[in-house]
């Protein structure tokens, strides 16, 4: 029974870290529940590349990874008179377009972070059908700890932003005060199933989704069956906000927040059912240029 409980908590632990977002420059490395199961489950690992966003399909309301490609970030222009004119400069709008037009420019000249935080929690409590159940009320400590357990530093630039477009957006501001220029997206949630790209769909553009969950699965190390169940991750609430700094055209400080709304059913994990599971991991992730 205990290798059971550490064989499910892991898994449980890999369908919610949509988290998880796989880097080239920073993979991120999960711990499998607590020092019990990790001896048993293994750290999760890999990278997912710029490829697959460009390739598969993400669920976003209908939108696809196929669509018209978002306006390409714009090189700083300087006119005649001498002085760089930056894209967020003076700029006041709701526009989405015109926002992210500025966000991709900014993005394109910050490149990298100098410091950043990635967090993660679990938001509520983890439930499922039949005894697994009882399991997880009594291992919600333990999912927590693990969620905790990968917090971790990293630089790096978030999602595609190249990706974004203005139907991914449920509303967007850019407001200049200053030399500064704060924009913000409120991002349309996303669903995405077992296969799907990390960097595709709106909330996958704008902070980066866990993607591929077959591939983390398999990482694992466990015989997941789902042919005649289901899995499915809905990225929440999601919001990017920045400062940008209007005489570099830099980022000098971001934040990228989703929840992670897991749901699995009718799947067996080593041969043990799991039914009606659902739980909700928040991520966040703040960054300085």
Known sequence: ???????????????????????????????AADAQTSEQAGDVTGEETSSEAESETASDEGSTSDETDAVKP??????????????????????????????????????????????????????????????????????????????KDRTDIPGNPSGMKASH???????????????????????????ASNHAGSVGCAVGTLGDVDRAIKELGLKVDYKDGKIELTYTNCKVVVKIDNTTGKVVEGSWVYDVNVYANGIKVSG????????????????KG
């Open 1 to 31: 029974m205990k290798k059971i409980i550490a064989i499910i908590l892991a898994a449980v632990l890999v369908l919610s870290f949509a988290a998880c977002k796989k880097t080239d420059k920073n993979p991120d490395t999960t711990a």
């Open 74 to 151: 714009s090189e700083n222009k300087t006119p005649s008179g001498g002085s760089t004119v930056t894209p967020s400069k003076d700029l006041n709008t709701n526009d989405a377009a015109a926002c992210i037009k500025a966000y991709q420019a900014a993005i394109a000249k910050t490149k990298q972070f100098k410091s950043g935080r990635q967090s993660m929690s679990l938001k509520g409590e983890i439930t499922a059908s039949g005894f697994l159940g009882a399991i997880f009320n009594v291992a919600q400590k333990s999912i927590a700890n693990a969620l905790s357990k990968n917090s």
């Open 169 to 195: 957006m449920k509303s967007a501001s850019a407001v200049t005060g200053g030399n500064y220029t704060t924009i913000t997206f409120n991002v349309k949630d996303q669903t995405q199933g077992p296969k």
């Open 272 to 287: 043990v059912s799991v039914n009606n599971l659902k739980g909700i991991v928040a991520f966040s992730y703040t960054a």
